[in-house]
């Protein structure tokens, strides 16, 4: 048992010590990544808005994390709904099949999106990764979304109606707002997913890079370096501030259904 | 004058499984209507037919006159009191209890004062402003009610509204229910399991069983004359005996351990054939002498096999002559009358009119 436990602690060691020293040399004073540390600076920070080509990727980044949450959430509520509400033929291989990039290989999914967009002649650009993105974002989506609308009392509903409400006002002022935090919960991860995506995006970016495309092309110059921590150090804080967000959001929605939590992503 | 609700050969069947099978019932103006049978009889399929959350496979429906159709749950003149009460929790209990007026052309303020009203009626009043996820059961009940009345239905449906609260609180609530039906006159259907219940608030119960109606009676001639051996059993506790009718036309019976009798017509409701039968016989309507207590109607000997003391009642099982199934009986317990012991033997006295005759 002991053993065991030594294990499991030096497992998260090695899982997050990585992630602890991006912020510890995005501070340090030095062009080279190694310790001893020299001297704290915020200098990389200052540097940051200074190079164009990053502001660009960050802006394409943005644009593209933003479409994709808004058409991954909309498509996860679409499907969350139709599987809480309604028995269809072959509703279990549907559901299945859109779970499936849950656990496909991103690299399959990359290049099988390339080489079908290409074939179609279709250049490559902010929509062709938005493309992407939406198609591994959904999963998440429903996944959250589907617990939300599963524990939503169907008499809920029907009681609304039963007082003269048609079905879409229904939708609109019983629904809804119950599973809006999980909307906003699922909106929150997929923007997270999408901005910090790196293989779909690699491969159908083009000639506007997203961030991560960006920051891995600096990889190549040992003096971005530090620039690429101290960004990497704004992308790791940010992430946490949107996961927290969304899982407050999250037990929010279960709070209010006076539901019991029975776990989520976090 | 015509009924209220009108159901007429009205069947459902889902797949393979024929959930109603040719319900045909009137139910009048101002009545407190149950329904009532074991989970999977129907009884909240029909409800919930009548309510518009389900079409019948074929059959009509016809409320106040009108053939229901085609005519969605919005659209019709009932309200309804969940199981769960659904009562909206984001909403506070006053906008709960509004939501139905939200489409009505009332100014606000007349709007506020009809769900003050409402809230008073079922005495909430001052409890508008609270949050919904914060009422007691009894509290959320009281608003699901608030919320189906404001809208003056003509018939208010209410499914299993008790199930959930506790004893102390459900008897109350039963005959607040019964206080508030009279006080509005409109038609309260009732559905539920609950055999003691549907007896103490309905004007009238229709008992159902696997889709269909067994009996349709006011809860005393359900009760005495149960139409079924399965109906008498499901309506409180009644002992069986086996029982040979000699004469269908007089109804003379030789019933196992009481002895050869003479019944009325009216003690077998669902008429007499020669031959094998049963008899019922309910637990208070027979009763056990003590000890130098003279005999009194036709009286047979038996002996106390078990017994359960209520308090102000005692259950025995007594097992008497030819009969293999001891048969119970409950005494009330006055002063004076003491609590027999089990494996004391005793004297069971009783009345032929209390015998209810089943051919099935």
């Known amino acids: 048992m002991k053993s065991l436990r030594f294990y499991a602690i030096l497992y998260l060691i090695f899982l997050y010590a990585p992630i602890a020293l991006l912020p510890v040399f995005a501070f340090n004073d030095a062009t080279i990544i190694a310790f001893p540390l020299t001297g704290f600076t915020t200098q990389w920070f200052t540097e940051l808005p200074q190079i164009p080509a990053l502001i660009d990727s960050v802006k394409n980044s943005l644009y593209i994390a933003v479409i994709t949450a808004l058409l991954s959430t909309l498509l996860g509520i679409c499907a969350s709904r139709a599987a809480a509400k309604y028995t269809f033929p072959l509703k279990k291989p549907i559901m299945g099949f859109i779970m499936v990039p849950l656990v496909l290989p991103e690299i399959i999914v990359a290049v ?155 | 004058m015509t009924a209220l609700i009108d159901l007429k050969n009205i069947n459902k069947y889902y797949a393979d499984y024929h959930a109603l099978r040719d319900v045909s019932l009137e139910i009048a103006q101002g009545e407190f209507f149950s329904l009532l049978g074991p989970s999977g009889c129907g009884k909240t399929t029909l409800l919930r037919t009548i309510a518009g959350f389900e079409a019948p496979s074929d059959g009509t429906l016809h409320i106040a006159g009108v053939d229901m159709n085609g005519v969605p749950a919005n659209a019709r003149p009932t309200n309804m009191v969940f199981q769960s009460y659904a009562i909206f929790p984001h909403l506070s209990v006053s906008e709960n209890v509004g939501f139905g007026l939200r489409k009505s052309a009332l100014s606000a303020s007349d709007k506020m004062n009809s769900v003050e009203q409402a809230l008073e009626m079922v005495g909430l009043d001052g409890f508008g402003g609270r949050a919904a996820h914060a009422l007691s059961g009894g509290q959320r009940q009281r608003v699901a009610l608030a919320r189906a009345l404001i809208l003056k239905p003509k018939v208010l449906l209410l499914d299993e509204p008790l199930s959930a609260l506790d004893k102390k609180l459900r008897e109350q609530m039963q005959s607040e229910l019964r206080r508030l039906q009279r006080q509005v006159g409109i038609t309260f259907i009732l559905v539920t399991h609950d055999q003691e219940e549907a007896l103490i608030m309905s004007d009238r119960v229709a008992v159902m069983f696997d889709g269909e109606i067994a009996q349709l009676a006011d809860p005393q001639t359900l009760y005495k004359r149960p139409v079924s051996s399965k109906v008498g059993d499901f309506i409180g506790v009644m002992n069986f005996l086996p029982a040979t009718v000699d004469n269908a036309q007089k109804i003379t019976l030789d019933v196992a351990g009481l002895g050869p009798v003479t019944i009325d017509p009216e003690q077998a409701p669902s008429g007499a054939q020669t031959g094998a039968a049963q008899i019922g016989i309910r637990p208070e309507m027979m009763s056990l002498l003590f000890d130098g207590e003279p005999d009194r109607g036709q009286m047979t000997h038996a002996t106390i096999k078990d017994r359960a003391y209520y308090g102000d009642m005692t259950y025995y099982d007594v097992s008497i002559k030819d009969v293999a199934q001891p048969i119970t009986i409950s005494m009330k317990n006055i002063i004076g009358r003491p609590v027999l012991e089990i494996g004391q033997a005793t004297r069971v006295s009783w009345d032929a009119r209390s015998l209810v005759l089943f051919s099935d």
Request: glycine share 8%; aromatic share 8%.
């Open chain 1, 112 to 266: 099988s999106l390339l080489v079908i967009l290409l074939q179609l002649g279709l250049s490559l650009g902010a929509w062709t990764v938005i493309m992407g993105h939406v198609l591994i974002c959904t999963p998440f989506c429903i996944a959250i979304l589907n617990s939300a609308f599963q524990n939503l009392d169907p008499s809920l509903e029907e009681a609304a109606i039963d007082l003269g409400e048609s079905t879409w006002s229904t939708f609109r002022l019983i629904t809804l707002p119950l599973v809006s935090p999980a909307i906003i919960s699922a909106l929150l991860i997929s923007f997270t997913i999408s901005l910090d995506e790196f293989i779909i995006a690699f491969f159908l970016t083009g000639t506007e890079p997203t961030l991560p495309v960006y920051l891995w092309s600096q990889l190549r110059f040992p003096a971005r370096i530090p620039v690429v921590m101290a960004l990497g150090t704004i992308l790791v804080a940010g992430s946490v501030v949107l996961l927290i967000i969304a899982e407050i959001m999250r037990r929010r929605g279960l709070r209010r259904a006076g539901l019991k939590d029975s776990g989520g992503f976090l």
